[in-house]
């Protein structure tokens, strides 16, 4: 018994290196068996990863003061809040509209962290900052 135990475990593992990798939601929420075709969906997937790394690249610019960086990581959230906004969430779709105003929120926030920051206002900015991650952990408590 404890044999026959011990092959399923083994086969079943072996399944999991053979069988396709499913889409996974941010790194971690798994799809299922649904694999999104949706372009959006795609760029959803891509954009997320890159607002996690700009926003702490954002955060240790403003640490250090560092007025150049604080534009660059901000400039890369900036450029992708449009693709966000034509995107659907995971759920909770038919909340669409909040889920753009959350996304709209995020923009704001960041803006204000960026112009802060160039008039030399760095409790401001990060002040600013703090906002940007109330609006993230709005929307992913909401749509993830």
Not at 33 to 45: F, G, I, N, W, Y
Not at 98 to 107: I, M, P
Not at 120 to 141: I, Q
Request: proline letters at 3%; glycine letters at 8%; charged letters at 25%.
């Amino acid at each position: 018994m404890k044999i026959l135990l011990l092959i399923g475990v083994i086969l079943s593992a072996g399944m999991l290196l053979i069988k396709p990798m499913e889409t996974s939601a941010h790194g971690t929420e798994n799809h299922g068996k649904m694999v999104p075709t949706d372009a959006q969906m795609k760029k959803l997937h891509a954009m997320m990863p890159m607002f996690s790394y700009a926003s702490a690249g954002l955060e240790t610019a403003l640490e250090k003061g560092e007025i150049t960086a604080v534009k660059t990581e901000a400039g890369k959230i900036l450029a992708a809040i449009p693709d966000l906004k034509r995107s659907k969430p995971h759920k909770n779709i038919k909340q669409r509209k909040k889920f753009v105003g959350l996304a709209t929120n995020l923009e704001e926030a960041v803006s204000s962290t960026v112009n802060l920051g160039k008039k030399g206002d760095l409790a401001g900015a990060k002040a600013a900052f703090r906002k940007v991650e109330e609006a993230c952990a709005a929307c992913h408590a909401k749509f993830r």
